[in-house]
């Protein structure tokens, strides 16, 4: 059975750094596509980040370039989200989800990804 579970939210200010952590187990998630999910209350769920496990390969949205960086481990089966210079709009609930290499949908929309993590929750104050 596929897990994925994340960790490492909380309540920060502005500017501060926060680091999430997506332990994936069940399968091997070598051939995915893992990405990094938000929702903030009220708003639909966007896209943050993504990584080709396989080649390491990133992707971003525009509103997190240059602050957030999505890495993994291997020997972890662990993926990460550092986030710096956070701001109170990065404010969400943050989802870790695993896109099969079967699924044709893209890497920044959430319907072609088949697991998700239960979600941690982000709180940057002003």
């Known amino acids: 059975q596929v897990q994925l579970v994340e960790s490492g939210g909380g309540l920060v200010q502005a500017g501060d750094s926060l680091r999430l952590s997506c332990a994936a187990s069940g399968r091997t998630f070598s051939s995915y596509t893992m990405g990094w999910f938000r929702q903030a209350p009220g708003k639909e769920r966007e896209f943050v980040a993504a990584?080709?496990?396989?080649?390491?390969?990133?992707y971003y949205a525009d509103s997190v370039k240059g602050r957030f960086t999505i890495s993994k481990d291997n020997a972890k089966n662990t993926v990460y989200l550092q986030m710096n210079s956070l701001k109170p709009e990065d404010t969400a609930v943050y989802y870790c989800?695993?896109?099969?290499?079967?699924?044709?949908?893209?890497?920044?929309?959430?319907?072609?990804?088949?697991?998700w993590g239960q979600g941690t929750q982000v709180t940057v104050s002003s």
């Open positions: 989800a695993a896109k099969p290499p079967y699924y044709s949908g893209t890497y920044y929309s959430a319907s072609s990804y088949n697991y």
């Open positions: 990584i080709w496990w396989s080649t390491g390969s990133t």
